[in-house]
């Protein structure tokens, strides 16, 4: 009953510190809610997409000729196999357009599968039944909406071997192998009769330079397989040598790691800056106890006089801050609910699939409890000052500082008489402000680091580092084109600027030792930037990137076993770059090594690094001019991949600094009010000495000002050490393993005099009591 008693006073008495805690606890708890159940709700509804589609462990686009009795013999034999399908499919071999968009990447298009499900007309939800199609519809993957920037009712051309084909998209369907908006291939759905039309046609323009015509293989695992995807493809493949001879596969597990790779990047993120907020709220917990202990030495010496002993104290203590949090805990829980279907909605058209609702709230509640348990620990080590506390120093209040005592004793101008005072009062007492400087560093070092991101991505030189392709010109070819007439290309962009860097390549994909990983056919492999080693020069030369090291455990000058089709060579391993491409599992060799894997020296692609970026322009126009219909060029600011990835970092910074401001109040107003109540008396000796509330005011919101400087200054020193690794860890699912971004004037000082301008405002707006003060306190104390 004592400690009840105690409670209520306690919490009476300081409601803006309880409510402060609340409100803290309120944001980290909604925000994990969020983070959690969004990614429960991705991963949930992907599986259940999957299992509606019967989609399989292993998924393989080969050409209908390389399917061969024998290896149907060798996959029917295949222990680790419970069953497979195959599916016929027309191969669109040079991708499709829209009136909006074009995309050179194959698709392949079959009618409609078992289990295919149709997205409703308002894109919320699944219709009840999917209608069949006629001549000339088409339902493509959800992803393909955004990707093609279409809707019903549009026209879309697919262009294959045999010719163009148009079609009316009919709807949008959820197919979640190759959904994804950022998977390059897609399998799309046409009427039996359109299929049965491009099959003939392709058929008929079959030969060994291309091949329109092939199979969808879905491999399915046998009940006691226990391998991963990745270890059950690369076994099935060297018993059957099914991957060597496929254009390309895909297992679930990478289709899921595609699928939800940026919703699975922003939320990573952001659950790093919520626990590190999770740890500024312990510190502001920590200062006000420890505040209020110092300021309360008469009440807590009292108490003890009257038989409360140091537990009932410290327990009274710990449950006012433990309520606050499971009060603010719960809060969050109920309001983060609603908000999760909203948030969700935003990754359906990059995902290809509709997210339904699954809220995590088991992990939530794990992860509030651990944070709970924590702050309880810090707290019960927090309260142990409260025995050191008598009766008989109470009397005297436990005052045992000397005003303006240290060892920086910076002079007193009278010309500057405000801010001086403010500088020494600053000195006087800097364990009252180490936690806020602490919190002002945390802050300002997670708004720099997402500035970081957002530079990096605008940064040609930060990009070329990281294996982001910097495109100022992409050229699309109407035809596969060869190198020569791309080295006529490249002598027509030189008319009118250097060529810094050349993009022109052959994607495909090859078995290394087994595994299925892709590659880069360079035709200009001396573009190529090596992290260690070289670039290839020879036909036996492969580089790596460090993911693939890492991931097959290979090193400079190891020999990997290569295969493309029946062709096999043994490559050497002469330099690892740094490439983004297929999140950053990749590989390059020379056009005479592929050649030598049976790949033609002909690609449809290109993308241009000028020396001079303002040149763009007038090279598009030159290109257009000169190549006529041959060729469509394109300038890369306009790329829809870039405006995707510039569009979730511009979300992740305006979360993370509306949080930062938010808090940045929060703390301020906690720490200011502590400020103020302990020197009441001090306010009023300047009173009467002749310091107007105004004065007084500027001087309080100069302290804060100083305290967010050495905040900012300590949160820029801890970005330039930790940062790019950090956010190396962080980005490494796409391919990112040398995040590299110098720190500029520019990017320091944005987030730098933000915080700054918002410590100093809400200390001036929390010492608007300052006015009530008046000389009377003195005759009071």
């Known amino acids: 009953m004592e400690i009840i008693t105690l409670l209520k006073a306690n919490i009476r008495r300081r409601k803006g510190t309880f409510i402060s805690i609340v409100i803290l606890?309120?944001?980290?708890?909604?925000?994990?809610?969020?983070?959690?159940?969004?990614?429960?709700?991705?991963?949930?509804s992907l599986n259940d997409a999957y299992s509606c589609a019967k989609s399989a462990d292993v998924t393989v686009m080969l050409k209908d000729a390389l399917l061969t009795d024998e290896m149907r013999q060798k996959l029917d034999n295949e222990a680790i196999i419970d069953h497979y399908t195959v599916t016929p499919t027309a191969v669109i071999s040079y991708g499709m357009d829209s009136d909006k968009a074009t995309h050179k990447s194959s698709c392949f298009f079959t009618p409609l599968t078992e289990g295919i499900r149709l997205v409703n007309e308002e894109c919320n939800g699944y219709a009840e039944k999917i209608p069949p199609l006629s001549k000339g519809e088409i339902y493509l993957s959800y992803g393909s909406k955004g990707k093609f920037k279409c809707d019903i009712g549009d026209k879309v051309t697919a262009h294959t071997i045999s010719g163009d084909y148009d079609f009316t998209v009919k709807g949008f369907v959820v197919e979640p192998m190759f959904g994804a908006m950022?998977?390059?291939?897609?399998?799309?759905?046409?009427?039996?009769?359109?299929?049965?039309?491009?099959?003939?046609?392709?058929?008929?323009?079959?030969s060994s330079d291309h091949w329109g015509t092939g199979y969808i293989v879905q491999i399915y695992k046998s009940d006691g397989c226990t391998l991963s995807d990745g270890k059950f493809r690369r076994q099935v493949n060297l018993d059957t040598d099914i991957i060597s001879n496929a254009?390309?596969?895909?297992?679930?597990?990478?289709?899921?790691?595609?699928?939800?790779?940026?919703?699975?990047?922003?939320?990573?993120?952001?659950?790093?800056?919520?626990?590190?907020?999770?740890?500024?709220?312990?510190?502001?917990?920590?200062?006000?106890?420890?505040?209020?202990?110092?300021?309360?030495?008469?009440?807590?010496?009292?108490?003890?006089?009257?038989?409360?002993?140091?537990?009932?104290?410290?327990?009274?203590?710990?449950?006012?801050?433990?309520?606050?949090?499971?009060?603010g805990g719960i809060l969050g829980i109920f309001c983060g609910l609603p908000l999760i279907g909203i948030i969700t909605s935003v990754f359906d058209t990059i995902s290809g699939c509709i997210t339904e609702t699954h809220p995590a709230l088991c992990k939530t509640l794990l992860y509030l409890l651990v944070i709970i348990g924590i702050s309880v620990v810090f707290i019960i080590i927090t309260t142990h000052k409260v025995c050191r506390i008598s009766p008989i120093r109470a009397i005297s209040g436990g005052r045992n500082e000397i005003y303006f005592d240290s060892r920086i004793k910076l002079p007193i101008s009278a010309k500057l008489l405000s801010p001086t005072l403010a500088v020494r009062q600053f000195t006087s007492a800097k364990r009252r402000y180490v936690a806020s400087v602490i919190i002002a560093a945390i802050l300002v070092s997670f708004m720099l680091m997402v500035n970081a991101l957002s530079a990096a991505i605008n940064s040609r030189k930060a990009g070329e580092t990281m294996g982001i392709e910097v495109k100022d010109v992409i050229i699309n070819f109407n035809e596969m084109t060869e190198k020569d007439k791309i080295d006529d290309i490249m002598e027509t962009v030189k008319e009118y600027d250097p060529i810094h860097r050349r993009y022109v390549s052959l994607g495909t994909y090859i078995s290394l030792n087994g595994e299925e990983i892709y590659c880069r056919m360079d035709f200009y492999p001396e573009d190529i930037i090596t992290t260690k080693g070289r670039a290839p020069k020879y036909d036996n030369e492969i580089v790596i990137t460090e993911?693939?090291?890492?991931?097959?455990?290979?090193?400079?000058?190891?020999?990997?076993?290569?295969?493309?089709?029946?062709?096999h060579k043994e490559f050497v391993i002469c330099g690892i770059f740094s490439s983004m491409s297929d999140a950053g599992m990749c590989t390059s060799i020379t056009e005479e090594a592929g050649e030598s894997l049976g790949l033609h020296k002909r690609t449809d692609y290109c993308s241009i690094m000028l020396e001079d970026e303002t040149k763009a322009e007038e090279i598009k126009t030159a290109l257009e001019n000169k190549y006529g219909d041959a060729?469509?060029?394109?300038?890369?600011?306009?790329?829809?991949?870039?405006?995707?990835?510039?569009?979730?970092?511009?979300?992740?910074?305006?979360?993370?600094?509306?949080?930062?401001?938010?808090?940045?109040?929060?703390?301020?107003?906690?720490?200011?009010?502590?400020?103020?109540?302990?020197?009441?008396?001090?306010?009023?000796?300047?009173?009467?000495?002749?310091?107007?509330?105004?004065k007084l005011r500027l001087q309080f919101a100069v302290r804060f000002l100083i305290v967010s400087i050495l905040g900012a200054l300590l949160g820029t020193l801890m970005c330039g050490l930790f940062m790019n690794k950090l956010l190396t860890v962080l980005l490494k699912g796409i391919g990112v393993t040398n995040f590299y971004t110098p720190l500029t004037p520019a990017s320091i000082l944005i987030p730098a005099a933000a915080i700054c301008i918002c410590f100093f405002l809400f200390a001036l707006l929390v010492s608007r009591k300052i006015k009530k003060v008046g000389i009377r306190q003195l005759i009071t104390e």
């Open 25 to 44: 606890m309120f944001i980290i708890s909604m925000a994990l809610t969020l983070i959690f159940s969004i990614r429960k709700s991705c991963e949930d």
């Open 182 to 206: 950022v998977v390059g291939w897609k399998w799309q759905f046409i009427s039996q009769e359109d299929f049965d039309m491009i099959m003939a046609a392709n058929s008929a323009e079959n």
């Open 247 to 327: 254009w390309g596969s895909t297992t679930k597990s990478v289709s899921t790691h595609y699928t939800n790779i940026y919703s699975d990047i922003i939320m990573g993120i952001l659950l790093v800056f919520i626990l590190i907020l999770a740890t500024v709220v312990l510190i502001v917990m920590g200062h006000s106890i420890s505040t209020s202990i110092e300021m309360d030495h008469t009440n807590l010496g009292i108490l003890k006089s009257q038989g409360f002993s140091n537990s009932k104290i410290r327990i009274s203590i710990l449950l006012q801050y433990l309520i606050a949090e499971v009060i």
């Open 547 to 567: 993911l693939v090291a890492d991931e097959f455990d290979l090193k400079l000058g190891d020999t990997v076993n290569i295969a493309k089709f029946e062709n």
């Open 631 to 694: 060729m469509k060029a394109t300038l890369g600011k306009f790329d829809d991949e870039n405006k995707l990835i510039e569009t979730a970092i511009e979300i992740m910074r305006l979360i993370i600094y509306s949080f930062s401001m938010f808090f940045a109040l929060v703390v301020v107003s906690m720490v200011s009010s502590k400020a103020f109540t302990q020197e009441k008396t001090d306010i009023g000796i300047f009173k009467s000495q002749g310091f107007t509330t105004g």
